[in-house]
């Protein structure tokens, strides 16, 4: 079956769909990403499944033992080589929205779980 012949509909509901299909939406954000895409508070966002040794920096880097600015900024190196340009400067303007019910202080912690879930669970469905 080609891309044309599985085009959604209106009322054809995109997450079912397979990844090139749900792609072919002309506003979508990072259209040409080459990487892997998560639907989330309402948007079609393009991320990056972390590595295994991103994810390792990242843990080791949230160390109590580390200097909170360092946190700071390793966690907005994770973010920024996790998420596509505008995909992120959409989660920034969503964030700095006071009246956007769906964006709350704990937004970019659910945002991370799931990008990095991205990789676990692949790691899990491989075994």
Request: hydrophobic share 35%.
């Amino acid at each position: 079956m080609s891309k044309t012949d599985t085009a959604p509909t209106d009322d054809t509901p995109t997450e079912n769909l397979p990844a090139e299909v749900a792609e072919t939406d002309s506003e979508q954000l990072d259209a040409g990403w080459k990487h892997q895409r998560i639907k989330f508070a309402g948007d079609d966002l393009a991320v990056r499944a972390p590595t295994m040794q991103a994810l390792t920096g990242f843990s080791l880097a949230s160390s109590k033992y580390v200097a909170n600015e360092v946190k700071n900024d390793m966690t907005g190196l994770f973010i920024v080589e996790h998420i596509a340009p505008e995909s992120y400067g959409r989660v920034m303007q969503r964030l700095m929205d006071g009246d956007d019910p769906d964006y709350t202080t704990e937004t970019v912690g659910t945002l991370m779980r799931d990008i990095v879930m991205l990789t676990t669970e692949s790691v899990t469905t491989e075994d």
